[in-house]
């Protein structure tokens, strides 16, 4: 019997190694070809003529290029919270799960994009919103896109907070440890917050995060079915 170690540092299953070299990879492509590499990877919105079905899986292997830290936060996250799933489900299992986390989280973005323009095109034509003001904010919209495994990542700790609700995360700057399910939730409602503000937003998927969250929450409990003692 293989033996589940969870937090602290462990070796790299093969799937995360894996999906790390793959994320890395695709960082270097995107600083060596630029905008078109990352224009035809990126998701768009589904009405742009921009937009291609492959984009919901191959937006979750971008990072912005002008961040490396926006890809180390990533694959570190996805080390630490995704080890212990892979050691517990096996790769397969743990590959399947992850991909559906962050296909999802790329269908909750378009779905939340598809919404607020539909709401502002209700309140431009209500006369609650100027002219200017929502041709901005829907070309905003239109043009803009997304990428990073955020959603895919959020999907695995969301599986993890599932299963392991009780384990202590030392969050810099906290003084304090944070149970998982505690973390988990206040996470999705900060980004649930900057989803529905998007001022403060900061320009961050916020809606991505949360759908992400939502499968890996979904999967774990229809995999998990059969034993429901541990969230507590």
Not at 49 to 66: A, K, R
Not at 96 to 111: K, V
Not at 178 to 192: E, F, M, N, P, S
Not at 202 to 222: D, N, R
Request: charged share 10%.
């Amino acid at each position: 019997m293989s033996q589940i170690r969870m937090g602290g540092f462990q070796p790299i299953p093969p799937v995360i190694k894996n999906l790390i070299i793959i994320n890395a990879l695709m960082w270097v492509a995107e600083l060596t070809f630029k905008e078109p590499f990352i224009y035809a990877l990126s998701l768009h919105y589904h009405a742009s003529p921009e937009f291609g079905l492959w984009q919901i899986v191959t937006h979750m292997f971008l990072h912005s290029p002008g961040s490396f830290f926006h890809l180390l936060f990533n694959m570190f996250g996805l080390y630490m919270f995704g080890s212990t799933l892979e050691n517990l489900w096996g790769s397969k299992r743990f590959f399947i799960f992850y991909m559906l986390c962050g296909i999802g989280a790329g269908i909750i973005q378009l779905l939340a994009n598809f919404v607020e323009i539909t709401i502002i095109t209700q309140q431009f034509a209500a006369g609650n919103l100027a002219e200017g003001v929502a041709r901005a904010r829907a070309e905003a919209i239109y043009n803009g896109i997304a990428l990073g495994a955020s959603g895919a990542v959020m999907g695995v700790f969301a599986g993890f907070a599932y299963l392991f609700p009780n384990t202590p995360l030392m969050i810099f700057p906290l003084p304090i440890p944070i149970k998982a399910k505690y973390l988990i939730t206040g996470l999705i409602l900060l980004d649930l917050f900057g989803g529905i503000n998007p001022k403060y937003g900061g320009g961050v998927a916020h809606f991505a995060h949360i759908g992400g969250a939502l499968f890996g929450l979904i999967l774990v409990k229809t995999m998990n079915k059969n034993n429901r003692s541990n969230f507590y």
